[in-house]
C-alpha cells in the first residue's frame, strides 16, 4: 500500500488504526490516568518528538480517553460561547483544540500499523466504536454547526485571506458530509452505524494481520524453493526461525495478492501453494476469516449512505474528491479497461506460448504469470531480476538515490540523527535541512517487514506541520521488504527503489507543507490528490543522473554497466498490460462494493466479487486484482472505501505533469522549486484542479499515462 492519509478534523484516525478517546474514567482499573503519563503533555524532544523509550502500552487508554475528554470540553466551550460566532472563536478555536489527543493519536497510529501486539490490538478494537462516538460528538454538535454555518453564510463580508477562507469552506464541508444537517432521529442513528462501523474496520484489520501471519508459506524442503538466490534462502530460514520454526524455511505473506517470490520460484507446486496462501489467507472459515466482517462494513456504509440522501456510498463519499462522482470515475475507468485488458490477454498468449515451448503441459494460471513473465523478460531484454538487484543496496538507494533527487531538485540536505529514542531498532532517523541551512523536520524511516507490522507501504505523520501551532513535521515512511539474515546486504529489487521514492513523495508532500492551520496542512488532501506527489516523485528513480548516483553493486562499488542500464529501460513497458489490469480491477472491486444501496441484502463475498470483475470487463482468470476482497485492507481498514481509483487518477495527473518537467529542461533546481511552490508546498489550500492548471497549463490529460503504460491512445 503506498498510501498517506486524510486526517478528519482535528487529526482523528492515523494510518493503521480507529484511533479514539473517551472519558477519563472507565470500567477498567488500567484507564486511569498517571501525572506521568508522557501524552500529558508535548515532548521536550527536538520537534516535539515521541519519547518512544518511556512510552507503555498502557500509557495509550488513558492518554485517548483523556485526550477525548479534554478536546470535547473544549470543543463544547466553543459551541457555548455566548459571543457572536467569529472566525477566530470558532475555526481558529477548533484548530487549537484537542491538541492532547492528537499527541496520542498520531503515535497509537504509527505503533499499531508498524509495531503492534495483542495489547495494543486489544486497545484498538476498544476503543474504535468510543472514537467513533466522539467524531459525531463533534461533527453532530448542533449549536457548533448553526456556528460554523453563521460564519459560512457571511463569508462574503468578512474578507478573510485564501487559506482562511478555505478553512471555512473545509469545515462546512466536513460538518455537512458527516450529517450536520440531519435530523435528531436521522443523527440518532448515524452515530449506531458510525460505532458500529469503526468496530468492524478495526476488528478487520487485526483479523487480516493474524491471516496474513498464520498464512506464510512453511516448508521442510529447501528444493521446494529453487530458483531464490542464497541471501532470499537465508533470509527464509531466518524467518522460518524467528516463528520457533527451526530447520524449516517460511516465505511471508506481503499485502498484494501476487508474492515476490512467485517471479522466481521454479516448482509450480511450490509457486501454487504459495499463491493460494496468498489467496486465500483470509478465507479459511476461522476467526480470521474476513469476509463476514466486510459484508457487514459494506451493508452499514450503504444504510449512511441513505440516510444521507445518496444512493450508495460511492456517490456520498466522492463529493470532496477531485473526481467528484461515481460516474467521473467509471468514465474514467472506461478510457483505460479495454486497452488495458487487451494487452494483458496479449501478454497472457505470448506466456502461455513459452508454457506450450517448454511442453510444460498446463494453461496458464495467476501462479504461473510472474514466472514466465520473468522468463519473457530475460529473452527479449536479457534482464534477470537477480542481475540487478546487487546493484540495490537499501542503505545506498536511500542516501544516494532517494535524498540526492531531493537535494538536486529542492536544495535540501540530510543529516542522520542517533541520539533520538525509536520504536524499534529497524528505524533510522534523518533531521532535513533546507537551501539555507535551516531546519525542517524529522524524517523516520522503517523498511523491514514484521510479522506484527501491516502488509504495506505508507507514509504519515507524527507530528504535523502549522504556523498556527508553531510545528514542524515529523513524518515516518513504512515498508515491508524483506529483512537480509545478520551480516548481509539489504539488497532490494527495482520495485521496492520505485517503493522507496514513491513514500518519499509523499514524505515530501508533508515536509513542504507551509499552512497557517493543522487540518489543511500538507498531506491533507483529497484521497485522489494524496498520491500525486508520490507517484510523480517515482519518476526521479529513473532518472539517468539519479539512477547512475544509486545504481552502484555493493561489493565491487562499480555502477551498473550501461547496457544493463539500457535493459532495464528498455523493459519499463513490459508487462504493463498485467500491472494495470490488476489495479483496475482491485479498483473496481472498490466501487463495486460501494456502488451496494440500502435496499440490497447482505452479499455473499465471494459471489459478490466474481460478479463485479464480470460486470467491469475485468475476469481474467490469469490476471487476479492486486487485492481481492478479502484482504483489501485499503478499503476495509485504512480509509480508502471508494478511493481506490485514486492510485490510477493520480498516475494520470503525475505522469502529465512530469512531461512538463520534461518539455521544461526535467531536472533542475528551478523546475523544482516551481513544483515545490505550486504543488508540494500547497496542502488543501485551493481548487485541486486550479492547483494542477496553474502548473500544467491545462486541465489533465490521460495521454502522458496511454504513452508511459504503452497503451493505444484510444
Given amino acids: 500500500m503506498k498510501t498517506s492519509l486524510k486526517l478528519p478534523l482535528v487529526a482523528l484516525l492515523a494510518i493503521f488504526s480507529s484511533c479514539e478517546n473517551s472519558n477519563k474514567k472507565s470500567a477498567s482499573a488500567d484507564s486511569s490516568l498517571s501525572p506521568s503519563n508522557p501524552f500529558l503533555k508535548e515532548s521536550t524532544l527536538p520537534y516535539q518528538v515521541p519519547d518512544f523509550d518511556h512510552i507503555k502500552d498502557s500509557d495509550f487508554k488513558p492518554a485517548i480517553e483523556e485526550g477525548m475528554k479534554i478536546h470535547l470540553n473544549e470543543v463544547n466551550s466553543i459551541a457555548d460561547n455566548k459571543e457572536a460566532p467569529t472566525f477566530e472563536n470558532t475555526l481558529v478555536a477548533m484548530e487549537k483544540s484537542g491538541q492532547m489527543l492528537t499527541r496520542v493519536n498520531h503515535v497509537f497510529g504509527l505503533l499499531t500499523g508498524a509495531n503492534t501486539n495483542d495489547d495494543l490490538q486489544k486497545i484498538q478494537e476498544e476503543i474504535a466504536p468510543k472514537q467513533a462516538a466522539h467524531d459525531d460528538a463533534i461533527h453532530l454538535n448542533a449549536k457548533l454547526f448553526k456556528r460554523i454555518e453563521s460564519i459560512y453564510n457571511t463569508r462574503a463580508k468578512l474578507k478573510l485571506d485564501a487559506e482562511s477562507n478555505k478553512l471555512l469552506e473545509y469545515y462546512y464541508q466536513e460538518f455537512v458530509l458527516a450529517g450536520a444537517k440531519l435530523s435528531e432521529d436521522a443523527k440518532t ?120 440522501g445518496f444512493p450508495n456510498y460511492a456517490a456520498w ?198 499552512q497557517e492551520y493543522p487540518s489543511l496542512s500538507g498531506t491533507n488532501v483529497a484521497r485522489d490528490f494524496v498520491e500525486f506527489p508520490s507517484q510523480f516523485n517515482e519518476h526521479w528513480a529513473v532518472n539517468p543522473q539519479v539512477f547512475k548516483n544509486y545504481a552502484i553493486h555493493y561489493s565491487t562499488g562499480q555502477p551498473m554497466p550501461q547496457i544493463l542500464v539500457d535493459k532495464i529501460n528498455k523493459a519499463a513497458k513490459f508487462n504493463q498490460g498485467y500491472a494495470l489490469t490488476e489495479v483496475l480491477a482491485a479498483a473496481a472491486l472498490d466501487m463495486q462494493w460501494h456502488k451496494l444501496s440500502a435496499t440490497e441484502p447482505l452479499q455473499d463475498a465471494d459471489k459478490f466479487e466474481t460478479t463485479a470483475l464480470q460486470r467491469t470487463g475485468l475476469s481474467l482468470s490469469y490476471v487476479p486484482p492486486r487485492y481481492r476482497s478479502s484482504y483489501f485492507l485499503h478499503i476495509w481498514g485504512n480509509g480508502y472505501a471508494a478511493g481506490y481509483y485514486a492510485y490510477l487518477w493520480t498516475e494520470m495527473l503525475d505522469h502529465d505533469a512530469f512531461s512538463w518537467f520534461e518539455e521544461n529542461g526535467g531536472l533542475t533546481r528551478e523546475n523544482g522549486q516551481r513544483f515545490r511552490d505550486m504543488i508540494l508546498s500547497r496542502g488543501n489550500t485551493e481548487d485541486y484542479g486550479k492547483m494542477f492548471r496553474d502548473f500544467r497549463g491545462h486541465d489533465p490529460n490521460i495521454k502522458a499515462m496511454q504513452k508511459y503504460r504503452g497503451l493505444p491512445e484510444k
Avoid at 349 to 366: M, N, R, W
Wanted: proline share 3%; aromatic share 10%; charged share 25%.
Fill in 189 to 308: 442513528n448515524l452515530k449506531k452505524l458510525n460505532e458500529q462501523e469503526a468496530s468492524l474496520s478495526a476488528k478487520f484489520s487485526n483479523q487480516l494481520l493474524a491471516a496474513a501471519k498464520a498464512g506464510a508459506f512453511v516448508t521442510d524442503k529447501v528444493s521446494d524453493l529453487e530458483g531464490l538466490s542464497t541471501g532470499e534462502i537465508n533470509a527464509a530460514a531466518q524467518a522460518a526461525k524467528t516463528a520457533k520454526m527451526d530447520g524449516k524455511w517460511l516465505l511471508s505473506l506481503q499485502n498484494t495478492t501476487q508474492q515476490p517470490s512467485l517471479q522466481m520460484l521454479s516448482d509450480r507446486a511450490t509457486r501454487q501453494k504459495l499463491f493460494e496462501a496468498s489467496w486465500n489467507r483470509a478465507e479459511k472459515g476461522d476467526s480470521n476469516d474476513t469476509r463476514k466482517t466486510i459484508v457487514e462494513i459494506a451493508k452499514i456504509r450503504a444504510e449512511k449512505a441513505k440516510l444521507m
Fill in 317 to 514: 463519499k466522492l463529493q470532496d474528491q477531485m473526481a467528484k462522482t461515481p460516474a467521473a470515475v467509471e468514465a474514467f475507468f472506461a478510457k483505460l479497461v479495454p486497452s488495458a485488458t487487451a494487452k494483458a490477454n496479449a501478454e497472457a498468449a505470448e506466456l502461455q506460448s513459452v508454457i506450450d515451448t517448454q511442453k510444460g503441459g498446463f494453461k496458464l494460471e495467476p501462479y504461473d504469470w510472474n514466472y514466465y513473465a520473468e522468463q519473457v523478460r530475460k529473452a527479449k531484454y536479457d534482464l534477470n531480476e537477480n542481475e540487478v538487484k546487487p546493484y540495490f543496496e537499501l542503505n545506498n538507494v536511500l542516501k544516494n538515490g532517494v535524498f540526492y533527487a531531493a537535494t538536486q531538485l529542492y536544495g535540501i540536505t540530510f543529516k542522520e540523527r542517533t541520539d533520538l529514542p525509536v520504536y524499534h531498532k529497524d528505524v533510522k532517523v534523518f533531521e532535513l535541512f533546507d537551501k539555507d541551512n535551516s531546519t525542517i523536520g524529522l524524517f523516520y524511516c522503517d523498511y523491514f517487514k514484521r510479522d506484527n507490522k501491516s502488509g504495506g507501504a505508507w507514509m504519515d505523520n507524527v507530528v504535523g506541520q502549522s504556523k498556527l501551532m508553531g510545528t514542524k513535521p515529523v513524518i515516518f515512511n513504512v515498508c515491508n521488504f524483506t529483512k537480509p539474515a545478520g551480516g548481509q546486504p539489504a539488497l532490494i529489487s527495482f520495485d521496492d527503489v520505485t517503493t522507496m521514492f514513491h513514500e518519499f513523495g509523499h514524505a515530501l508532500h508533508g515536509f513542504f507543507a507551509n
